[in-house]
């Protein structure tokens, strides 16, 4: 089992930055797949940036050069700096780690005044 714990969401003007955190604990491989997804209301829940174990990255076009997926192993925590923010990028955020299972944390909420 894995368990997964995001942190880092708030109130933030646009413009504005956060950095998210996913703390990841239990039995983690070396190889597994990392993400970042949101989903406002009424929207469905959609990947922000993906990182493999290798450390290749993916983002979605949306907030590509404003948002910027790592991860430290030796902490297994993953993070999402996100700058630029605008009102749309208002959600709540979700950490997924995918290696023979799925995993899911249980969202951080990232509010962005206009």
């Known amino acids: 089992q894995v368990q997964l714990v995001e942190s880092g969401g708030g109130l933030v003007q646009a413009g504005g930055s956060l950095r998210l955190s996913c703390v990841a604990s239990g039995s983690i491989s070396s190889s597994n797949l990392m993400g970042w997804y949101r989903q406002a209301p009424g929207k469905q829940r959609e990947l922000v940036a993906a990182?493999?174990?290798?450390?290749?990255?993916n983002y979605a076009a949306s907030v590509k050069g404003r948002f910027t997926i790592s991860k430290d192993n030796a902490k297994n925590t993953m993070y999402l700096q996100m700058n630029s923010l605008k009102p749309e990028d208002t959600a709540v955020y979700y950490c997924?780690?995918?290696?023979?299972?799925?995993?899911w944390g249980k969202g951080t909420l990232v509010t962005v005044s206009s």
């Open positions: 997924r780690l995918t290696n023979r299972m799925d995993y």
């Open positions: 990182i493999a174990s290798g450390g290749n990255t």
